[in-house]
């Protein structure tokens, strides 16, 4: 994954322009307030991409992961182990893998601090549709 910051909501039209010239193409927000995703350009590795406006929950949210893994390096292995055990057993299906990492990620979001109503919006953000 990997997050374009953006200094205010007024500048994510012209990043999702910009990231359109460039071959990427704008997904919406995905059920997620403040975090745009894009598919990545035909010949590229694959990857995820994000534009969030700088302090939302998007953004905070991803700093804490990467924050807590680097300090934490048995949970960062856990992590991957898991990541790369729901890519082959959903290899085609977005949604299952990420409710298959919701419950990890969310107890590493608590061991890092975030508030209770932090969380309660990023569970509210990952419920399946």
């Known amino acids: 994954d990997m997050t374009i910051v953006v200094a205010t909501r007024d ?3 012209q990043a999702i322009e910009r990231l359109a010239q460039s071959g990427y193409v704008h997904r919406g927000n995905l059920g997620i307030d403040d975090r745009e995703a894009f598919d990545h350009p035909a010949g590229l590795r694959r990857h995820n991409l994000y534009v969030c406006p700088e302090g939302t929950i998007g953004v905070v949210n991803q700093v804490a992961v ?3 893994l680097r300090a934490n390096p048995e949970a960062a292995t856990r992590y991957g182990a898991l990541k790369k ?3 082959e057993r959903f290899p ?3 949604d299952r893998y990420v409710l298959g990492k919701t419950d990890f990620v969310l107890d590493i979001l608590r061991r890092a601090g975030l508030t209770a109503e932090q969380i309660e919006k990023i569970e509210r953000d990952n419920r399946p549709a």
Do not use: E
């Open 85 to 87: 055990q729901l890519a």
């Open 92 to 94: 085609d299906d977005i």
């Open 11 to 13: 500048d994510v039209p």
């Open 66 to 68: 990467r924050d807590y």
